[in-house]
C-alpha cells in the first residue's frame, strides 16, 4: 500500500511539472499561473485564519520536501505545494512520507511566501494536525 501510495504521489508531481504545452496556466482555473499564485498568495495573506488546509500528500524532489495540501475557503478551493525545511510539529508526517495522515486538517498553518520552483509557499508553524 505504502508503494502505491508512493507512485501516485511521484506520477502527480511528475504530471504537475510536465503536463505544459508552452504555456504557464493552471489546469483547474485555465488563469495564468502568475495570476492565479498572486490570487492565491492574496488570499492566504488576508484571510489565514478562515481557511482550511487539507493534507493531500507528500513529495520530494531532490533535496527539497514538499506537502501537498488544499487550501479552502468562502470561494477557494485551490491545491499547492508548500516546501517544509522546519518539520517541528510535523515530525510524524515526515517520519510516515505523508501516509495516514491524507486527509488530515493542518491546524493554524502559518506559511511564509517564497519563490520556490515548485512551491508558493514555506511552513512556518501550525497549531495541530488534525486527522
Known amino acids: 500500500m505504502k508503494a502505491i501510495l508512493k507512485i501516485h504521489l511521484v506520477f502527480a508531481l511528475i504530471s504537475v511539472l510536465s503536463c505544459n504545452d508552452g504555456k504557464e496556466t493552471d489546469s483547474v482555473s485555465a488563469r495564468p499561473v502568475k495570476d492565479y499564485n498572486t490570487d492565491l498568495v492574496s488570499r492566504v495573506r488576508s484571510d489565514a485564519g478562515s481557511l482550511t488546509y487539507i493534507l493531500n500528500g507528500y513529495g520530494k524532489r531532490g533535496e527539497?520536501?514538499?506537502?501537498?495540501?488544499?487550501?479552502?475557503?468562502?470561494?477557494?478551493?485551490?491545491?499547492?505545494?508548500?516546501?517544509?525545511?522546519?518539520?517541528?510539529?510535523?515530525?510524524?508526517?515526515?517520519?510516515?512520507?505523508?501516509?495516514?495522515?491524507?486527509?488530515?486538517?493542518?491546524?493554524?498553518?502559518?506559511?511564509?511566501?517564497?519563490?520556490?520552483?515548485?512551491?508558493?509557499?514555506?511552513?512556518?508553524?501550525?497549531d495541530k494536525v488534525l486527522d
Open 64 to 126: 527539497k520536501e514538499y506537502l501537498n495540501v488544499t487550501v479552502s475557503g468562502s470561494n477557494l478551493n485551490s491545491e499547492t505545494f508548500i516546501l517544509v525545511q522546519n518539520w517541528n510539529k510535523l515530525e510524524d508526517v515526515k517520519r510516515t512520507e505523508g501516509l495516514g495522515y491524507r486527509g488530515a486538517e493542518l491546524k493554524g498553518l502559518k506559511l511564509a511566501v517564497i519563490d520556490d520552483a515548485l512551491a508558493t509557499f514555506a511552513y512556518k508553524d501550525l
